[in-house]
């Protein structure tokens, strides 16, 4: 039966101290290997986490998949900033444009429901909500307002 290793890393800097290594040195696999791979497919999200699942086959194979980077991850990539507001409702930190919703809502595009790219570009000016980002200098919840279709009749 396959084992499955599931992780966070930071894009391109996994290393084999925990939880990489002694998650997968039970498992016979070489660690370094692993870690090497990993900073490989990940490289490209520097600065951002990462969910990374090992999953090891028999004779001590191993498949990775990387996924993509939390939504909030990169809205602070693109704001520049380390982390959201404490207090969103009441503290904006950071402002993004429509454009880099755009950009994330196509990275995230197999992640976010929506049967629209509009309807996806919403659900990432959703998370600006609770993070405390304007869009446009905007508050994130008057884009969202303006951006809705007229009500039918």
Same mark, same amino acid.
Request: proline share 8%; net charge positive; charged share 25%.
């Given at each position: 039966?396959?084992?499955?290793?599931?992780?966070?890393?930071?894009?391109?800097?996994?290393?084999?101290?925990?939880?990489?290594?002694?998650?997968?040195?039970?498992?016979?696999?070489?660690?370094?290997?692993?870690?090497?791979?990993?900073?490989?497919?990940?490289?490209?999200?520097?600065?951002?986490?990462?969910?990374?699942?090992?999953?090891?086959?028999?004779?001590?194979?191993?498949?990775?998949?990387?996924?993509?980077?939390?939504?909030?991850?990169?809205?602070?990539? @693109?704001? =520049?900033? %380390?982390?959201?507001? &404490?207090?969103?409702?009441? /503290?904006?930190?950071?402002? #993004?444009?429509?454009?880099? !919703?755009?950009?994330?809502? @196509?990275? =995230?595009? %197999?992640?976010?429901? &929506?049967?629209?790219?509009? /309807?996806?570009?919403?659900? #990432?000016?959703?998370?600006? !909500?609770?993070?405390?980002?304007?869009?446009?200098?905007?508050?994130?919840?008057?884009?969202?307002?303006?951006?809705?279709?007229?009500?039918?009749?």
């Amino acid at each position: 039966m396959a084992e499955q290793v599931s992780v966070m890393v930071e894009g391109g800097k996994a290393s084999p101290a925990p939880p990489l290594g002694p998650a997968l040195g039970p498992l016979g696999l070489n660690v370094g290997q692993v870690v090497q791979q990993i900073n490989e497919k990940t490289k490209g999200f520097a600065g951002m986490k990462v969910p990374v699942i090992i999953k090891v086959g028999p004779n001590r194979t191993f498949t990775l998949e990387v996924g993509r980077p939390p939504t909030s991850a990169l809205l602070l990539k @693109e704001a =520049k900033r %380390e982390t959201g507001s &404490g207090k969103a409702k009441h /503290e904006m930190v950071a402002n #993004v444009t429509l454009a880099q !919703v755009r950009k994330i809502a @196509e990275m =995230k595009n %197999e992640d976010i429901f &929506g049967r629209s790219m509009e /309807e996806k570009m919403n659900q #990432v000016i959703g998370t600006c !909500v609770s993070m405390g980002i304007t869009v446009d200098g905007k508050n994130p919840r008057d884009v969202l307002a303006e951006r809705r279709p007229p009500a039918t009749p």
